[in-house]
């Protein structure tokens, strides 16, 4: 249905980040500043944030092991009416898990805040299903390896952490999506974010004693040792080589949370930067 709406009067245009419509050479965007130079293109933000969000749970590999295993949670526990039926009784009125799809972030935060919410139940639906001589040795065993990765402290930390980013990343998401939010809104709603964001960077020991006091028996899974060989060059005389404990805390710490922290706030501040050029260059 045609508007017939002038380009001439046109001054911003604004899409998802799909190639046939933000591509400056052929995509929409620059077929419309053939007619009119003086449109700029402004990406579309609601879709910008799912891809923040993309982009930081895909920056390091045990985060995406995680939402990996939340995939497998679902597909095992879908993959039979019986496994089904063992899983909403023992959640009873709680939120049954949900399916990840990657185009719609919303999609995760379900995910995320249904395992969450009945974190307890789903281990005890799994335990079950584990304990059931009925069952084929598959589907126990894969019961059996769920419950374990439950049961690891990053996973747990992983959840709580995922759970209160994604709640905030929706609540940004919905209110971009009213007919009649303004640009400067968007800009304020993504600095709030950026903020939410950096803080969390200083709170890893509060999600680790909130999770360690929800799980007392979780610990990190890679607790081993590992040996720090000296150098060939160094004399006998300095003694053998020192034997170190890995601090899986540490490196659980340094190696995926930050990572994840800083991903989400650098693509955050590029997202909002064309967005806050295009309200200059407009006053200006």
């Known amino acids: ?6 380009l001439d009067d046109c001054r911003g245009q604004s899409y998802n980040n799909a190639s046939n419509m933000f591509g400056k050479y052929n995509g929409l965007q620059a077929k419309l500043k053939e007619r009119n130079p003086l449109i700029v293109y402004v990406p579309c933000a609601g879709h910008s944030l799912n891809l923040v969000g993309n982009l930081a749970a895909a920056c390091c590999e045990k985060s995406t092991s995680f939402f990996g295993f939340v995939q497998r949670l679902y597909s095992f526990f879908v993959g039979s009416t019986h496994r089904w039926t063992v899983l909403t009784t023992a959640l009873g009125p709680r939120l049954v898990v949900k399916r990840l799809i990657d185009t719609r972030w919303s999609a995760r935060r379900d995910a995320v805040h249904a395992l969450f919410e009945g974190y307890n139940e ?8 584990a304990d059931d001589r009925e069952q084929t040795t598959e589907t126990r065993l894969e019961a059996s390896t769920h419950c374990k ?8 930390i992983l959840l709580a952490f995922w759970h209160d980013i994604l709640n905030r990343f929706n609540e940004v998401s919905k209110a971009m999506q009213k007919s009649d939010v303004l640009l400067s809104t968007v800009v304020k709603l993504f600095q709030s974010l950026i903020c939410y964001v950096d803080d969390i960077r200083y709170h890893f020991t509060e999600y680790e004693s909130k ?3 929800r799980l ?3 610990d990190y899974s890679d607790t081993s040792c590992r040996v720090r060989k000296r150098s060939t060059r160094i004399s006998f005389f300095d003694g053998p080589a020192i034997e170190t404990a890995t601090d899986s805390r540490m490196n ?3 190696s995926t949370f930050l990572p994840v922290v800083d991903s989400l706030k650098t693509e955050l501040e590029r ?3 064309p967005i ?4 200059n260059a407009s006053v200006s």
């Open 1 to 6: 249905m045609t508007k017939e709406i002038s």
């Open 122 to 129: 789903v281990k005890e639906a799994l335990n079950k299903l």
């Open 149 to 156: 990765t439950l049961d690891k402290l990053e996973t747990a």
């Open 211 to 213: 999770t360690k006091s």
């Open 216 to 218: 007392p028996d979780a």
């Open 252 to 254: 659980f710490k340094v």
């Open 271 to 273: 997202v909002v930067r």
């Open 276 to 279: 806050r050029r295009f309200m």
